[in-house]
């Protein structure tokens, strides 16, 4: 038999009592979780199963598999209907489910077993819990940086001449890979979608996508329109490479620019813009700093410097500058012109403020933070400026 | 501007007039679909938007992401309300939304914005459907089962003395990529994960994962509990191959067993039942048939043989020995005990029906069928033999 719970005693504490903290200042007495993101968060494994937390109370651990795990509160089901018989009288009035991730037919199943509760959203809740990291969080954050830093190192040997982008990629993924990438690229949303990572040369820079990330491509295949096409990498281009950082079930989110030789001065230009703007961020971003704000710097710097036709796209931008990261890609808080976030400590955020120059390809830098009361500190530190492949 | 509708004019009449038969079968007015596997489905591309099919009258191709698609019917919005605009008057009574896909969220808002449609569930309906392939898809998974099989020919030269179970899988993923895999591996179901494929040796193949796989494994990190473990792979075990098909949208799925000599005496018989087992379903499976006699076939091959212990798992069992695919890995029909699925001709299917042998490891074969009324066609045909690494 093995512990169900992966976590220390203490920091299992410390997230569940988070996380009744929050259900009783919203008024809800249980949340019954069953995201595989959540579900890790609360246990530091992913089973397929159900977490009951009531406001009040032990927590339940409601498993379908694997078999075999055993501790305080497991309990083995086959199917949810069975959550009924455990918890008996106890029947909670407001019980919330992650209605922003879990489908309707799910929500309604699980809706019908708690048939007198009131249902109430755990999901806004949870993103909120998970966006401030505990100390062993940013520790798993940490080694990933430092990982993704070493195979970034090592990216501008990988280049051969005549080398497509995608070829380029494989052996990035590789490389990643056989660093220890877990590869899982974990996002919020069954609408987004992407293969461990994204490296865009040249002009492909400038397709658009479907998806909401910071940059596109067109991609190999319509089936999957994001990402390399499978062009030659030409001189005089730039390619950007933004690939997967999970090593740990928490990721870093890393971009760099990379040149055959060189690149033309506006893309240059734009690229010493992308990190000035990334240190003039990191320095704002304290506790309590409004998430808006720190877009209004990144949006200003770059047209101070002329160059807001290019600023997070061109023919098609991107409305963010930055996002929450952790064991999903997209978590809170989002650096976006409408955003409401308030920045917190031990927030993980990735700045991404980058160009798409016609002719020339995307450039900037990509950056993971934690949000420290001295402003942001940097986890992923591999040499910034463009580099030329050796 | 780029055409929306990417499949030609005919495929794309015989998708949608499918559909709207199954809607007017059903007496639902409307449908509007969202899931990118079905928009991928209606229209030969993934963009963010809905695509929004009446029974009688002509559908709409409502846009968000990306700019510069154009055709007949297509509108670009920012937010969902703004499909109410276009519809008007034209308020289906009852409308079908992919409700065993789609968030109870995103269910709500747009239930909202048809507020006198009575809601029906669009998705078994979608599933049925894509269930049946057309000539085109067919053609489609051909090329994947093709480039599939390549790679896998080539996996014995791959192996190196003293490599663990995860090099091997990094070497084969890039082998995958660069015979053009496009690496995604689309499953329907928010709680299955998997990275690109499965590559398990030895006594790993009897850790139990939380998925719905036929086979487990520990995998590298508790955040994504399955596959390879890190292990080196050693004499007298197996490593069985189970790696992403998906080269066009497509996916074919094909397992093989390899061992660096050879395995034991049980462990090649299972390996042969599996094979013999594939021969017989195939066989057996023409248009009509129902599948759950599939399942039952394999069960009662593998008890003649003594397997029974073995089959579909050790510790931990699968419930199915076969399922369909195509755009997705876990499409209709199910083989398997309680199954009400018949076959139809131009059904894809996988077959796995595999064993986990203490002390060996996992053994049998996995290919991928069309469904003909003479018996399932392979689409997978590399070796089926347990193969030396070279």
Not at 305 to 310: F, K, P, S
Not at 313 to 336: C, S, Y
Request: proline share 5%; net charge negative.
């Amino acid at each position: 038999m093995k512990r169900l719970v992966l976590l220390s005693p203490e920091e299992s504490a410390v997230r569940l009592s988070r996380l009744r903290s929050s259900l009783a200042d919203a008024g809800i007495d249980a949340a019954l979780i069953s995201d595989n993101a959540n579900i890790y968060y609360l246990t530091g494994r992913v089973f397929a199963g159900y977490v009951y937390v009531p406001a009040v109370g032990p927590e339940i651990y409601f498993v379908r598999r694997p078999i075999g795990l055993e501790g305080d509160g497991v309990v083995y089901i086959r199917k949810p209907e069975q959550i009924a018989e455990t918890i008996g009288l106890n029947v909670p009035a407001t019980l919330a489910l992650e209605l922003d991730v879990t489908t309707w037919s799910d929500v309604s199943r699980l809706s019908a077993i708690f048939g007198e509760s009131k249902t109430a959203n755990a999901s806004p809740l949870m993103r909120r819990l998970r966006a401030v990291k505990t100390e062993a969080e940013i520790r798993l954050m940490k080694i990933s940086g430092e990982k993704q830093e070493r195979v970034y190192r090592r990216v501008p040997h990988l280049y051969r001449q005549g080398m497509t982008d995608m070829e380029l990629q494989v052996e990035i993924e590789r490389l990643s890979r056989l660093e220890g990438c877990l590869g899982q690229f974990r996002i919020s949303g069954d609408s987004m979608e992407l293969y461990m990572g994204n490296v865009l040369a040249g002009e492909n820079a400038d397709n658009p996508t479907p998806y909401d990330f910071a940059m596109g491509g067109e991609g190999l295949d319509p089936s999957l329109p994001v990402g390399c096409n499978g062009s030659i990498i030409k001189p005089g281009e730039s390619v950007m490479v933004d690939v997967n950082g999970n090593y740990t079930g928490y990721m870093t989110d890393m971009t760099r620019t990379f040149a055959i030789t060189t690149v033309d001065t506006l893309a240059q230009k734009a690229h010493k813009c992308s990190i000035d703007i990334c240190a003039a961020i990191a320095a704002a971003g304290t506790p309590g700093t409004e998430a808006k704000s720190l877009y209004t710097i990144a949006e200003k710097m770059a047209a101070e410097a002329g160059l807001e036709r290019y600023f997070m796209g061109h023919k098609q931008k991107a409305g963010f500058v930055g996002h929450g990261v952790g064991i999903e890609i997209n978590e809170l808080p989002v650096i976006a012109p409408r955003s409401k976030d308030i920045l917190a400590e031990n927030n993980t955020i990735a700045l991404e403020p980058k160009f798409v120059i016609p002719g020339v390809g995307a450039v900037g830098i990509e950056n993971t933070y934690i949000v420290t009361t001295q402003g942001m500190e940097c986890i992923t530190n591999a040499p910034q400026q463009i580099i030329s492949f050796t």
